[in-house]
């Protein structure tokens, strides 16, 4: 079973940048496909970005396209989420997920499929 850790949340400006870190534990991230959703004040889970296994397939929905970059550092089991140019509609509640697959190139944007999560960290941009 993996674990996983958001931090690096917190107030920053519109147009400011910030970068989120997922730490998994338990199991080492080699063989999951990773994914961030956010949920912004009285909304549903929204997809944000994906990665494969092998990192070299990824996707972004259309709002974050162009400002949002996901990377992972297997040796460090840890994935990142990169968000530059943010906006006070960016301001939710971010979390990483985890799924093992056997593909090295699938990325998953449905979070139903995610088994694994993290209990979340926040990001507010104020205007």
């Known amino acids: 079973q993996v674990q996983l850790v958001e931090s690096g949340g917190g107030l920053v400006q519109a147009g400011g940048s910030l970068r989120l870190s997922c730490t998994a534990s338990?199991?080492?991230?080699?063989?999951?496909?990773i994914g961030w959703f956010r949920r912004a004040p009285g909304k549903g889970r929204d997809f944000v970005t994906a990665?494969?296994?092998?990192?070299?397939?990824?996707d972004y929905a259309d709002a974050v396209k162009g400002r949002f970059t996901i990377s992972r550092d297997n040796s460090k089991n840890t994935l990142y989420l990169q968000m530059t140019s943010l906006k006070p509609e960016d301001t939710a509640d971010y979390y990483c997920?985890?799924?093992?697959?056997?593909?090295?190139?699938?990325?998953?944007?449905?979070?139903?499929?995610?088994?694994?999560w993290g209990q979340g960290t926040h990001v507010t941009v104020s205007s």
């Open positions: 338990g199991r080492t991230l080699d063989n999951y496909a």
């Open positions: 997920a985890a799924k093992s697959t056997i593909s090295p190139s699938t990325v998953i944007m449905t979070a139903s499929q995610y088994p694994h």
């Open positions: 990665s494969s296994r092998s990192g070299g397939n990824t």
